[in-house]
């Protein structure tokens, strides 16, 4: 009887294997997509999504400007995928299904750079080196690159697990040159010569921060100081927006590359604060004295009471998130050996690098330290049992 | 090592599925989710092989699925988040030829693409026990 009303509705729909000659073709995987992946797909912007890694890397995702990584789901259940068949009324399975790939944005896995890059800094006497390459073709340029250990730009969108807008700002953030396709990490010494160098000519051409001449400056340094203007130009491009003819200096990041340039040197004897402040605002010049702040340089410092002093005060050691482990178990170890305990305010910048998020921050926090309060505030301990 | 993902441009001819599975996604594909897996045994056989009806109950919107002797009510149920039907491709050789190859490790790769061939945001799910029919149904169908 149900046989009989199930036939009396709409058009029944014929399932099938389709012919062998088919089947062939049918490969298929089922990838979730969180609604920012919908959206850039469904926008239908060229946007470009790869899957990278090594044999000995997880895979990640990286599509349009994200990466997120990829973890295989089983289902109990079988998920046939079902495409049309010959005529309308028929439907034939492609390919049958038991798990589905899942996707979670992480940072993209730009630290791999790091070791890549090591030994390949571009420094001050060290640049003579490249002029070798400056002749002859740009693909047996790139050869004789790649032979002589260099990574090149296109290499490192292969190696590094990052979208190629992530490889752009982390080739930014971490202040790497391309030099003739090559990857350049630039001494940190040597950038702050040219930030320097560069402020100083800001007064001497007489050139507004706001719009300087690209052209001025970058000759002004060449003439003077033998350093090339495409170095130059990057560096600008870094600490600021470059057009074809003017930069606008972006002032903060110019003022906490100088001051970290300074602190640099005090990694294992404190610099007393008011000190370090001065050597700052003198190494900046007069114009931007005043905006010179300690909060430029979270995370790079800690900061401490000088013991005996009256009247009481403080002082810093060059302590860079930059340089402590990626893991957070490793990364929370290595803060807590430092210090035993840390206020709230305190830790979080040394926690950013390794966090997605604020919320994610505090995640961490709760997983890997124990919140005690305190009067002034709360304080985080290890969370490891001795 | 880098293996593309390309997202299949719109036909423009519409959907070729039938209309009723029409608002299962958009793209070629749908998925149809089932308890316990399907056996064949037959194989490499030169015609397509005929698996089962389905049909959908234009009153209800229920769908149904008939399987030899078997019964099987299903349902309609929105993905809470949508997936993406992602199909192996192999670009042809000439495509390889031109392509700047640096080495061994990406020149293995480097015919590998996947396509993103349809986003579905709905599938049809049969997740219940079968019920035996009573009367056999192939007559049934072939006489319609």
């Not at chain 1, 178990?329 to 206020?343: E, N, Y």
């Not at chain 1, 305190?346 to 921050?361: H, Q, S, W």
């Not at chain 2, 089962?52 to 009153?59: A, R, S, V, Y």
Request: proline share 7%.
């Amino acid at each position: 009887m149900m046989a009989e009303s199930f036939l009396q509705g709409g058009h029944p729909i014929r399932l099938e294997f389709p012919p062998a000659s088919v089947k062939e073709s049918g490969n298929f995987r089922l990838l979730e997509l969180p609604p920012n992946l919908l959206k850039s797909i469904e926008s239908n912007s060229p946007s470009t999504w790869a899957i990278k890694g090594n044999p000995t890397e997880d895979a990640v995702l990286c599509a349009g400007d994200r990466t997120y990584s990829i973890r295989s789901v089983s289902l109990s259940n079988s998920v046939l995928v079902v495409g049309p068949g010959e005529t309308q009324g028929q439907i034939t399975i492609r390919g049958t299904n038991r798990e589905i790939l899942q996707v979670t944005p992480i940072l993209p896995k730009v630290h791999k750079l790091v070791g890549l890059l090591r030994g390949r800094e571009y420094d001050e006497g060290r640049e003579d080196l490249d002029d070798d390459f400056l002749d002859g073709e740009q693909d047996t340029q790139n050869q004789q690159q790649a032979k002589k250990g260099y990574l090149t730009y296109a290499q490192a969108l292969t190696e590094i697990q990052a979208s190629e807008a992530e490889l752009t700002n982390a080739l930014k953030d971490r202040r790497i040159l391309l030099i003739n396709g090559t990857l350049r990490p630039i001494a940190p010494s040597y950038l702050s010569t040219i930030l320097e160098l560069l402020l100083n000519s800001l007064v001497s051409l007489q050139q507004s921060h706001e719009s300087a001449s690209v052209r001025v400056l970058a000759d002004a340094l060449q003439d003077d100081h033998e350093i090339k203007p495409q170095v130059t130009k990057q560096v600008m491009a870094w600490f600021g927006d470059v057009d074809e003819y003017y930069w606008r200096m972006d002032v903060p990041s110019v003022l906490t590359q100088v001051g970290m340039g300074i602190l640099r040197a005090y990694r294992h004897d404190p610099i007393d604060e008011n000190e370090f402040l001065n050597k700052w605002k003198n190494a900046v010049g007069d114009t931007f004295a005043s905006r010179a702040e300690l909060s430029l340089l979270l995370g790079n410092y800690l900061s401490s009471t000088k013991p005996q002093s009256q009247p009481p005060s403080n002082q810093l050691t060059y302590f860079p998130s930059s340089e402590l482990p990626l893991g957070p178990l490793a990364r929370f170890g290595d803060l807590f050996l430092t210090r035993t305990r840390w206020k709230a305010e305190d830790i979080g910048p040394f926690l950013d690098d390794i966090a997605i998020d604020r919320k994610e921050r505090d995640k961490l926090l709760l997983t890997y330290a124990r919140a005690v309060p305190a009067p002034d505030g709360t304080y985080y301990t290890s969370r490891t049992i001795k | 090592m880098i293996i593309p993902i390309t997202l299949k441009s719109p036909s423009g001819e519409g959907s070729k599925l039938p209309s009723q599975l029409a608002d299962l996604g958009n793209g070629d594909f749908v998925l149809i989710e089932l308890q316990g897996s399907l056996e064949v045994h037959v194989e490499d056989p030169k015609d397509s092989l005929f698996v089962g009806t389905l049909e959908i109950d234009p009153k209800t919107n229920k769908p149904s699925l008939i399987i030899g002797p078997h019964y099987l009510e299903g349902k309609f149920v929105s993905l809470s988040t949508p997936l993406a039907i992602m199909e192996k491709k192999s670009s042809s050789s000439e495509q390889m030829s031109g392509m700047d190859v640096d080495d061994e490790e990406s020149r293995k790769e480097a015919g590998v693409e996947w396509q993103i061939s349809a986003i579905v945001k709905k599938k049809v799910v049969f997740n219940k026990r079968p019920m035996p029919l009573l009367i056999k149904p192939a007559s049934k169908i072939g006489k319609k």
